[in-house]
């Protein structure tokens, strides 16, 4: 009768020496904790917050300013129906506080002015150039066709001698460039009409003479200001 001896089994299923060191984990070191970061996200989430409440701080901080709803020419007077209030940010800008229009209406416009703008105090000026010394106004009576029909008040025009007969000479400017100062109602066609300029004292005689006559008529200058 025979025996067999079996070999020991080995530890950990047979597989003596093989597997044991491989199934072991490594150590895993602690996460170092960076302390700078952690403050400077702290920092940026405080930072954000006082960003967000400053800006809705200034906001709030609005002032009643001076808007122009009209078109005003350097020198026209700044009529208190051309203004409206409006709300804006006080950024240090030197707007025209609302509660003084009584004053600006007193004032002329120093620059051109457009439907929009928001006034400023460097943009107002207390006498107008157009209506100082050395300057005239001369009134107008003009038929159909001696105007364009789309004549404003402050539009710059030229002023030209158009000879009712031509042999009398061909068409000449009498003035270069004037400024339309008001516009009357229209004639009963629904052109032409009484307009009133602004012209330097020198040229006036010679104006009023030929627009006694029917012989001005009035050519707009795009741009001009």
Not at 3 to 22: I, Q, V
Not at 69 to 86: D, F, N, S, W, Y
Not at 160 to 189: D, F, W
């Amino acid at each position: 009768m025979r025996t067999s001896e079996k070999p020991p089994r080995e530890a950990n299923g047979g597989r003596a020496g093989l597997s044991a060191p491989a199934s072991r984990k490594l150590p895993v070191p602690p996460r170092e904790r960076k302390p700078a970061l952690a403050a400077l996200a702290v920092l940026l989430i405080v930072g954000g917050a006082l960003a967000t409440t400053l800006l809705m701080m200034r906001t709030g901080d609005r002032v009643s300013a001076i808007r122009i709803t009209q078109q005003i020419a350097a020198g026209q007077p700044i009529a208190l129906a051309a203004m409206e209030e409006v709300q804006v940010a006080q950024t240090g800008v030197d707007y025209v506080p609302w509660r003084l229009r009584q004053q600006v209406a007193r004032t002329y416009a120093r620059v051109p002015l457009i439907p929009g703008t928001l006034l400023i105090r460097q943009m107002t000026t207390s006498a107008s150039e157009e209506l100082g010394p050395g300057k005239a106004i001369v009134g107008l009576a003009l038929k159909a066709g001696q105007m364009p029909a789309d004549l404003a008040k402050g539009q710059r025009v030229q002023v030209i001698h158009v000879p009712a007969r031509a042999a009398e000479g061909a068409a000449r400017v009498l003035v270069q460039n004037a400024l339309v100062h008001t516009i009357g109602p229209a004639g009963r066609s629904g052109s032409g009409g009484l307009v009133s300029i602004i012209v330097d004292t020198a040229e006036a005689p010679e104006v009023a003479l030929h627009s006694s006559s029917g012989e001005v008529a009035l050519a707009v200058l795009p741009g001009a200001g």
